[in-house]
């Protein structure tokens, strides 16, 4: 009679196949982990750009929220206290924009009004501006948030590979003009930032400078740390020069800043 052969795994396959199957599971759960990372980081760093696309729409489209009990006098800086109040829309502050304050993950967004001072001719709208109007920020309504799935804003690398270890700060000054309707953006040196509750006439009449400049009207490019998040590539939100529309807020890659020939990455 011949040998009748026993069916199952011997001891050696079995642990050949828990070691093989444990494998794949491993990876499997690693390579959906990095896939929900990727997507959180690139969700908000859309997240991020339609934040400042907002500013523009909001600019373009002002919307008077305040209460009735708010006054602005000479120094333009509103407030809700005091013995004399402006109903609504009879204030002599007018509203002129938004500020948007970023340091790391926070984002703070102010209000910006402007008093009129007399009136002098002047060779254009950031003159005239500067000139003809006194710049402050509302103390009340101060929209304060922190940026998605724990990225903040960051420097780009230089040429060289090299980044500056300093906390990235960066103020967005976003202005229509009361002369001409005319949107403008400025923006400002990070060690020129003044800290939340210190912003003031100065500190934005000092961001008012015509041409491609920083501070002034330079492009800028704000990269998005991903927060320790494994990512495929970085991502930065492009802010183009003489920006004066949403359509001036660019969401890229690094891919695409070394196709544009681009000296910095993120």
Do not use: H
Request: with cysteine.
């Amino acid at each position: 009679m011949g040998n009748i052969k026993q069916a199952g795994f011997t001891i050696i396959e079995t642990m050949l196949f828990l070691g093989v199957s444990s494998l794949l599971i491993v990876l499997l759960i690693a390579g959906t982990g990095a896939s929900i990372n990727t997507q959180r980081y690139q969700d908000a760093a859309e997240t991020f750009k339609l934040m400042l696309q907002q500013q523009y729409a909001d600019v373009a489209s002002v919307q008077n929220s305040r209460d009735d009990s708010w006054s602005c006098g000479a120094s333009a800086r509103p407030t809700n206290t005091g013995t004399v109040q402006d109903n609504r829309g009879q204030s002599k502050c007018v509203l002129l924009g938004k500020y948007v304050r970023l340091q790391d993950e926070k984002i703070s967004i102010y209000r910006v009004v402007a008093y009129p001072r007399i009136a002098t001719v002047q060779a254009n709208d950031i003159d005239s501006l500067k000139a003809n109007y006194t710049l402050n920020v509302s103390s009340d309504g101060v929209d304060m948030s922190t940026m998605e799935w724990g990225t903040k804003i960051a420097y780009p690398k230089t040429g060289g590979g090299t980044i500056p270890l300093a906390v990235r700060k960066m103020g967005i000054l976003i202005v229509r003009s009361p002369d001409s309707g005319q949107v403008y953006t400025f923006t400002n040196r990070d060690s020129d930032v003044p800290n939340d509750g210190s912003i003031n006439s100065a500190s934005l009449t000092s961001m008012l400078v015509a041409g491609d400049s920083i501070p002034g009207q330079g492009e800028r490019t704000i990269c998005i740390n991903s927060g320790g998040m494994f990512t495929t590539d970085d991502r930065s939100v492009r802010l183009v020069t003489y920006a004066a529309s949403s359509g001036a807020v660019e969401l890229q890659t690094n891919v695409i800043l070394r196709t544009n020939g681009s000296d910095y990455q993120c």
